[in-house]
């Protein structure tokens, strides 16, 4: 018998199959895993540099990978990444150590997961925020952020006293100016002549920093401040609380109104958790499909916090307002901008 260029005896033919369905076997220099097994599921995810204990974007995705282990008995873990070059090595580990789906969290992760997924074609991957490579193993989830504080920035607009509100993001980049241009454009809606005073941090991290730049939008006139800045947005709740009363701090990602409960006005909630969840549902019933996905206010992806200690604070002219344009937004008739050059020519709808 011949397989290949080399000649194998039957009864060797016959050992060396038996032996590879009791290992099983890969292909491709180590590049391919068995397909998963739905009776013993493993799912890993790969954190951004805030790591899991952010109380925002990457808790999220771990909190809907719990869930997951809770409800199909999966097994789950995580790798935290501290720095931009442990992307790719965290991985290939994940898929190397037998994960049937691994998940990717953020958007700084498109470049690793480019050159990780071709090489195992049998693991699954699922990137949060980024684009996914055109494979059949690879699926991106995208959100249109902006739509959540387009909401969250006219609510802004109808509450300050001051006229004046901030916003701290993190890292600069077409992904939080969409978060940072929705809300510019939600507090123009509500007071056309609102200030809206913008600052980045330049890290996901830096708690002290997001905190300081929240202090000198107060000191500034705002007395309501947005961040979209990971664990260091944080920092940023936190000097808006300290603040006092006629202060507020908005947060995202998660419900952050506990965080400070009657500090923080509304969280922008963007359905991370429910991302990965589905995922890993639609690995184990078998109806993966990679390619892309984009949720807003009209899938549920993204929406606001029930404002469960601050609604009684809201006018409820203000609330009906907001439902408002909230329907107008999924019903397609408000295109919220997300780049710098939507907002320049932006005429805000008529309530």
């Known amino acids: 018998m011949r397989i290949g260029a080399y000649s194998v005896a039957p009864w060797r033919f016959g050992v060396t199959v038996l032996l590879c369905l009791l290992a099983g076997c890969r292909s491709g220099g180590g590049g391919e895993t068995r397909p998963p097994d739905r009776g013993h599921l493993k799912v890993a995810l790969v954190t951004d540099a805030g790591g899991i204990d952010d109380r925002s974007f990457n808790a999220a995705a771990w909190e809907g990978l719990k ?59 699922v990137i949060i925020d980024g684009s996914a490579p ?18 969250a920035g006219y609510l802004a607009g109808a509450m300050t006293k001051t006229g004046a509100i901030g916003f701290v993001g993190g890292m600069e980049g077409p992904l939080i100016k969409k978060f940072e241009c929705g809300y510019r454009s939600g507090a123009k809606t509500a007071r056309p002549d609102i200030r809206v005073i913008v600052k980045y941090i330049g890290s996901w991290t830096d708690v002290a920093k997001g905190k300081e730049y929240a202090r000198t939008a107060i000191q500034q006139g705002a007395d309501i401040v947005m961040h979209a800045a990971g664990k260091g947005g944080l920092g940023a709740l936190d000097a808006m609380a300290e603040a006092g009363d006629g202060y507020y701090g908005i947060g995202v990602d998660k419900d952050q109104d506990g965080e400070h409960p009657g ?76 780049t710098e050059e939507d907002v320049q020519v932006f005429t805000p709808p008529t309530l």
């Open 263 to 338: 500090r923080i006005l509304t969280s922008v909630m963007k359905g991370v958790d429910t991302a990965v969840f589905e995922a890993v549902r639609e690995l184990r019933d078998g109806k993966w499909k990679g390619g892309e996905k984009i949720l807003g206010l009209k899938e549920g992806g993204i929406k606001l916090s029930p404002m469960q200690y601050t609604r009684k604070s809201i006018p409820p002219s203000v609330l009906a307002r907001l439902e408002k344009v909230k329907q107008l937004i999924a019903d397609g008739k408000l295109q919220v901008p997300k």
């Open 67 to 125: 869930r997951a282990q809770q409800q199909f008995g999966i097994e789950a873990r995580y790798l935290e990444s501290r720095e931009q070059s442990d992307y790719k090595s965290n991985l290939a580990n994940l898929a190397d150590q037998g994960n049937a789906l691994v998940v990717a969290v953020g958007y700084l992760m498109e470049d690793a997961l480019k050159e990780v997924a071709p090489r195992y074609p049998s693991t699954h991957f």
């Open 134 to 151: 055109p494979l059949p193993n690879a699926m991106a989830v995208k959100f249109r952020e902006e739509e959540g504080t387009f909401l």
